[in-house]
């Protein structure tokens, strides 16, 4: 089922596919090493050649390792690469990475997350782990940023980073977002997950036009032509 999502994803037009193998959202309860690798092996292997470059979301170093050595062309670590190790992993290879921030870990995340001003915080982090990642030799053009939209934020945090995103995309550093049917946009529309199909590709339209340079989604060709749009009635 994921190689033939994928081949989907490709086909409405995905410029990249981003590949997980453990759930990260709120409330999740973590996988082993050897059963994330399980997961996401045959899926690598199976798309290998298939015409864009593929991001794997892990945070642990080994899945790291294996996933370049599968031809992953990006690292997408929820956790920020705070540990050395992945710091070493990335820093050996040739490979981009997204640094994305989190409060908290995805299995208490969202029980009281808190902060004094959520956007400098988020930046602070951001800016930190890209400096610590150039230190070991990770070049700029190699890094990209996520804001981390519902990582240990609430809704009035996630409104208050997203009105903030065009001084985050003057950073000197792509931004990568990812609201898409998320949480924040239900407690916006009062709709179920499986109706946030206009509300992800409005947010996706307003992100692009803060700066932020990819969109992480699920509807691929419905957020492309709106994208499309967007892009031929600005110019």
């Known amino acids: 089922r994921a190689i033939e ?22 409330g999740a309860q973590p996988t082993s090493e050897s059963e994330e690798l399980a997961r996401l092996l045959p899926v690598l292997e199976s798309l ?6 593929i991001s794997v979301d892990t945070y642990k170093p ?21 540990t050395q190790e992945a710091v070493d992993i990335v820093a ?28 400098a915080e988020v930046s602070v982090f951001l800016a930190e782990r890209a400096e610590a990642l150039g230190r070991a030799g990770v070049i700029k053009d190699r890094i990209m940023l996520d804001p981390g939209f519902g990582f240990g934020k609430n809704l009035e945090h996630n409104l208050a980073l997203f009105k903030g995103l065009g001084r985050m995309a003057s950073s000197g550093f792509p931004l990568l977002v990812g609201v898409s049917r998320k ?3 239900g407690a916006i529309t009062g709709r179920p997950v499986g109706e946030r ?6 947010a996706a339209v307003m992100a692009a036009e803060r ?18 749009v967007w892009q031929a009635l600005r110019n």
């Not at 199909?197 to 409005?202: N, Q």
């Open 5 to 26: 999502h994928a081949n989907r994803l490709i086909e409405e037009g995905a410029d990249i596919l981003d590949i997980g193998a453990e759930s990260s959202r709120p």
């Open 197 to 202: 199909l206009v509300a992800s590709v409005a």
């Open 48 to 53: 290998a050649g298939c015409g864009v470059p």
């Open 183 to 185: 949480s924040m946009l």
């Open 92 to 119: 050996a290879s040739e490979c981009s990475v997204c640094i994305m921030h989190m409060q908290g870990e995805p299995l208490t995340m969202q029980q009281e997350p808190s902060y004094g001003d959520v956007c």
């Open 62 to 82: 080994q899945v790291m390792a294996a996933a370049l050595a599968q031809g992953a062309s990006m690292i997408n670590d929820i956790t920020g690469f705070r």
């Open 211 to 228: 700066g932020v340079a990819v969109v992480r989604v699920h509807d691929v060709a419905a957020t492309k032509d709106a994208l499309a």
